[in-house]
DNA sequence: TATGAATGAGAGTTCATTCAT
DNA sequence: AATGAATGAACTCTCATTCAT
């Protein structure tokens, strides 16, 4: 009863931390094809308003608290969308190595499916220090996702699938190799990223196959 | 003696570019350094100019053409480093795998030794997209370097001393690999960056070794 | 509400253009007067801004796609303003003798009227080359006013009000004769601007008179 | 005797005052070439220190005590060079309408003889306010001649060879009418000046004679 | 919710001039 | 007499953000 009377400012306000407004989502996604297209450093706000057919930037300063705000909601979305696509696919095999095949093949089926998506990742995440607050959260998203990778690699090594290395190591070298294809596809369109997906998928599997004897 | 009356606007600075006054070299540092640490995107000329002890901005442009000027001295003096570092490093070897070991390796020792440089480099690299004339110089002065590891590889392959693999990827791999440990170490200033060069040399020695039969 | 996905360069200032906010009216007219007092080089955005009694330069930048956008609308605002001015008086006269006064006159009474205008306009116009794309625009507008007064001449010429002479030429002497008497009244403030417009009238009355035989 | 032992170098600066070196002569050359190739308002030491086939712009700060002097210094030339082709042409002639004509037409064959001069007078005087000292003074020199002119054509007049007309007037119409040519010719390169000479020769002779009876 | 004008800081660049050599 | 590095101010322009409506 006492709680009940709370202004329906705040409740706006609160509810839209979770809930996405319209205008969110469409800036968000403007946002991710600016960034694709122009990079980090030239995706102003003014150019993002353009692009989601807004008059002015101000529109972006109301629904966002700031820049951050923004990126850290480019990078969430980003993340939403490669773990909708990417879980389903590797959930589907049951065998280490056919799991780690998948990984690095559908992380890369999801940059020829949504073609925006990861080069806008990869961009704010490598534009990116430790510099104001929130940064560092979504930062850490990433590094968590990394963490929980390497584990999954422990885990097929203490199973026996693996031989022995340094799962950090493997983790980041498929980061950074996948990342270069992004990279590349961007500057070079005729690249057949699934032909990469899958020669990378080889390499990564032979790294951390167990030497036959 | 007698006034160059025509093409007024190329300037004199071409001359400049080779005789490399100390002032250039002390400003290139400055960039490295700042590149470095705060990134392309805030690296401005009056950062660069305080970091290295300029009362005004307008000295780096006394200095450099632009910043496009600048940017491409600061790639060319790190390719520079690297290129006085790993070759002979690599040289020393004459089997293939061993070059490739020590190419990833002696990539990795150049970032323990110059902490700054090989970070400035992936820096500008990934921050520069093909806007102003004078970059896709330098961008292709990169590119020219994977074409030839990849063409070492191919060479590699002849001979026998490495399993058939798309020699493209396999170096963009290596390439996008060593990179992210070069973006680990900014984040991570306890990183074994030695560490990670030997793992990442098994890995790609096991990725291009040919399968034991 | 469809986002304009394409043509992100384009601005919507296209539309601003026309639709003239009372901003841009104001920074136009304090431009108009600043370049008449201290000439088109020593007007800056700075000094324009703080004749209109704004806070800062980016102020003009945001309702002007540029120097060259101001610069096009001050020239279209002179014009706009001597065309309502000149053309009722002139057409007020059918002889053509009594129009090509009143163009003189009328065109030194806008002087008068409007202290500067004209030499806001002489200054833009006798400062801006080729450069700057949009410009040549408007210097052709008064290239386009010259040919139009001169095929006036001709007119006249084949209707007997006029001796044989070269238009071109003769409309060329009076755009000079007029600029000159509109640049000595900015440095002679005491100047009798109607006086030399009546004399002016009476020379370019005489040099196009035909013949007494 | 007293006065026998003043310095070398006050000497030297005094006699500079008076005699050109060569240096000199050599900016003012360069100097007149540039303003009338890009305008006044790019003319930079630089651009003339460029042009001029000199190092930098301390060269020209060295020999001439700013601006405004290697400004005045190119009024002068040019004067001077105007004066020593225009005045023997004019004195060639004995009647007042065949020295108004000769003026006219040996101005702008002037123009076709020396064609950077009377675009860098040109661009000088009208981009010149009554800004520092130095400046009147070579404004100043023209209006003398334009003074010097005037009363000619008050001779004239005297001497029954010309109507009744402001000669104030009349002089300035004739200055702009030339300098409307001049900025043509920049712009127009194929302009036939020549004619346009005759032209407004044949103008102003039936602006100043005296009406049939 | 939404708008778009306003702000002020900071960007790279050019400028005329100074000064030690 | 000449050099060229250095200076500091001014330039146009872009940026993220704020605020009154």
Redesign the interface.
């Known amino acids: 009863m006492q709680a009940s009377h709370s202004s329906d400012k705040q409740d706006a306000a609160v509810s839209r931390t979770f809930t996405e407004s319209a205008r969110r989502a ?1 800036i968000v996604a ?1 946002a991710i ?2 960034i694709a297209e ?5 995706a102003s706000f003014a ?1 993002i308003a ?4 807004l ?1 002015s930037t101000g529109m972006i300063s109301y629904h966002f608290a700031g820049k951050d705000d923004l990126m850290r909601e480019v990078v969430a979305e980003v993340l939403r969308v490669a773990e909708a696509y990417m879980r389903p696919r590797i959930e589907a095999h049951s065998d280490f190595p056919g799991r780690l095949r998948t990984h690095i093949e559908s992380n890369l089926a999801l940059l020829v499916e949504y073609p925006k998506h990861l080069p806008a990742l990869v961009e704010v995440l ?2 990116i ?2 510099e104001s607050a929130g940064m560092s959260e979504f930062v850490g998203a990433t590094e968590e996702m990394n963490r929980v990778l390497a584990e999954r690699l422990r885990e097929g090594q203490r199973a026996g699938a693996f031989r022995e ?2 799962a950090e ?2 983790v ?10 992004v ?2 596809a961007a500057r070079e369109p005729d690249l057949d990223v699934t ?2 997906g899958r ?2 998928a ?3 599997d ?2 951390t ?1 167990k ?2 004897m």
Do not use: P, W
């Open positions: 469409q403007a094809e600016v122009v990079g980090y450093g030239k150019r353009r692009h989601a057919g008059s490598s534009n220090r430790g290395f340094d190591v493997m980041h070298a498929m980061r950074g190799a996948i990342d270069e294809v990279g590349r032909a990469c020669e990378l080889e390499i990564f032979r790294a196959r030497t036959a």
